[in-house]
């Protein structure tokens, strides 16, 4: 089993939920941008909700099924097609052996996840299959996937098995074959002028008055310096009261700092491990998927939530996804 | 080494970083006794980690816990009344508490064996004439240091090191390089660094280590941690060439 890059398009990679436990010596934690699309890509097709899969960007990139195959895309819908026919989003999908699936423009978001169901066969470096681009480290081969590329696919669980075998008799002479049901989940990742929450950061009160205003009160624009490393935002330039020296100290995913310049950066998965710039804000965990699939060009606002607002989001969110696990289960059960 | 880290409870403040990230912050400067306590409070936060700690990532002054609210919400919050960051700060406190009687650990010894001058440290005339010393001189006072790890950041297995002596300090490059080579041993200001990974950058390059800072593979994958200290060990072409042969 296994899935041949025919095109890798923008920028395709493997990715999981990211390589925790080695901050302290330095290593970039990496891992899906949109880890909510990751985890319900796996759950669909019966995997472990960190199993990795393929981050697809923008698009353009094409893949061919060297066998039949279970697959779930979530994510930005960036038109994923097989012969000219549109793939559901947010479901499990049968794939016949041969065939090529595109994806042809970016209709929302920017960003899709692949998962094959049992997973990709890539070696752990570091507990994590994870690709950090700019280290070379782990993922396949340490780098962005490229044309001729095989990424073999581990076998299967027996409920994924059941729901292959369903799909499979459903197919008739079509290329694919998907369920009737599906993950409400698109919703959260809609694009438009976002609204992200966030909650004052460590220097947040460091700043001007007029600077604390306009953080909240204006809209910042992605620029297209922005990448998994971190988005670079332009807007009002943000400006601290006083210059002071700041200790580097560890930052997390979501972390919005403003170098002396002051156009804020919001850190992403491949950020590095400490920084030195002044604080601003920290964005909610549930908001981080909704930042990663805008775009450069896209607006956002920020709004300020208390610490135990975003902890009840992030509760409430880890329910929601416990919910869906269960009706996954009961819907496999039941075929 | 049998010392007790006092520790100053009035001082300690710990705040989060988001809602799944706590900072205990020990003290506002770089120094070696803010140091120890960042260094203490890491190996007692790794050896008692609560259920739901994913790791935490010392600093010069500072150690931050990350960990997943949903499992330490559903572990310790018995009364359902506390939040997650609620938890976590009782569980750190707790920990402080034993830093007191912790003992100092002995800090490791790691030499970097370092070829100075020539193509590896074409910058090692410039800090010799910089601070009116000879290019033997300058050495001398590199490699006769001991340096400390303060931390580890910036890009995988780059060490913060602490020790340099001003009598070889030097300014950085008024252009930087756009490439400095894997395991270059340079000089910015007051500080020193040895590069485990090839970067732009306008530090002043004295040597080249053919030792690697930073491997996947190895476990743990850098050569150095927090906490260590480093002493730097001149060695010939010969030698440099002889090393990466062996260890390649």
Redesign the interface.
């Known amino acids: 089993m296994s899935i041949k890059v025919i095109r890798p398009g923008l920028l395709a990679s493997i990715q999981d939920l990211g390589r925790y436990g080695y901050q302290k010596y330095g290593v970039i934690v990496s891992g899906a941008m949109d880890s909510f699309s990751l985890r319900m890509a796996n759950l669909l097709v019966g995997n472990q909700e960190g199993e990795a899969a393929i981050e697809v960007t923008m698009m353009g990139t094409s893949l061919q099924f060297e066998e039949d195959s279970l697959i779930a895309i979530t994510g930005g819908n960036l038109g994923p097609v097989i012969e000219g026919a549109s793939v559901p989003l947010w479901r499990p999908v049968f794939i016949k052996k041969g065939s090529i699936l595109q994806f042809t423009a970016c209709q929302s978001g920017c960003r899709a996840y692949v998962a094959a169901a049992g997973g990709f066969e890539i070696p752990e470096v570091m507990n994590s299959k994870s690709t950090y681009l700019r280290g070379g480290i782990g993922g396949f081969d340490g780098r962005a996937l490229q044309a001729g590329d095989v990424l073999p696919i581990q076998h299967k669980t027996r409920e994924a098995s059941r729901l292959f075998h369903y799909l499979k008799k459903e197919l008739g002479e079509r290329s694919f074959q998907s369920v009737d049901w599906y993950v409400p989940a698109g919703h959260l990742l809609n694009a438009g002028e976002r609204i992200v929450r966030v909650i004052k950061g460590a220097e947040f009160e460091r700043f001007s008055s007029s600077s604390k205003a306009s953080f909240f009160d204006q809209s910042f624009q992605i620029t297209h310096q922005s990448d998994r490393m971190g988005y670079r935002l332009s807007g009002p330039k943000l400006q601290l009261e006083q210059s002071f020296e700041l200790l580097s100290e560890a930052v997390a995913e979501g972390t919005i700092q403003v170098p002396q310049a002051g156009n804020p950066i919001v850190l992403l998965a491949d950020r590095q491990t400490t920084g030195g710039y002044p604080r601003i804000a920290q964005i909610a965990s549930v908001d981080l998927p909704v930042v990663a699939q805008l775009k450069p060009g896209a607006k956002l606002r920020f709004t300020e939530i208390s610490l135990e607002e975003a902890e009840q989001l992030y509760l409430k969110r880890e329910e929601d996804i416990e919910a869906v696990k269960t009706g996954l289960s009961l819907k496999e059960w039941s075929l | 080494m049998n010392q007790r880290i006092g520790l100053d409870k009035e001082k300690i403040e710990m705040?989060?970083?988001?809602?799944?990230?706590l900072?205990i912050q020990l003290g506002?400067?770089?120094n070696t006794a803010v140091h120890k306590k960042v260094r203490a409070l890491?190996i007692l936060s790794e050896k008692h980690s609560f259920t739901g700690f994913?790791?935490?990532?010392?600093?010069?002054?500072?150690v931050?816990v990350?960990y997943n609210?949903?499992i330490v919400?559903r572990t310790y919050d018995t009364e359902n009344n506390s939040?997650?960051?609620q938890l976590v700060r009782f569980m750190m406190e707790e920990i402080m508490k034993q830093l007191v009687e912790e003992k100092e650990e002995k800090p490791r010894i790691v030499e970097i064996p370092v070829c100075y001058g020539g193509e590896y440290g074409p910058d090692l005339p410039f800090v010799a004439e910089e601070n009116n010393l000879s290019v033997e001189e300058v050495i001398e006072i590199h490699s006769s240091g001991e340096y400390l790890v303060y931390?580890?950041?910036?890009?995988?297995?780059?060490p913060?090191l602490g020790g340099l002596s001003e009598k070889i300090a030097a300014p950085r490059r008024s252009s930087p390089r756009v490439s400095i080579p894997v395991g270059s041993v340079g000089i910015a200001g007051n500080q020193t660094g040895v590069y485990?990974?090839s970067t732009p950058g306008g530090w002043q390059l004295i040597g080249r280590t053919p030792a690697a800072l930073?491997h996947?593979?190895h476990n743990?994958?850098?050569l150095l941690?927090?906490g260590d200290v480093v002493k730097f060990v001149p060695i010939t072409v010969e030698e440099y060439e002889h090393y990466q042969e062996t260890t390649r």
């Open positions: 705040k989060p970083l988001g809602d799944s990230a900072v506002t400067e770089i890491t994913i790791e935490c990532v010392p600093a010069f002054a500072s931050t990350f609210p949903l919400k939040s997650p960051f931390m580890i950041g910036f890009a995988p297995g780059f913060y485990p990974i930073f996947p593979k743990p994958p850098s941690a927090s």
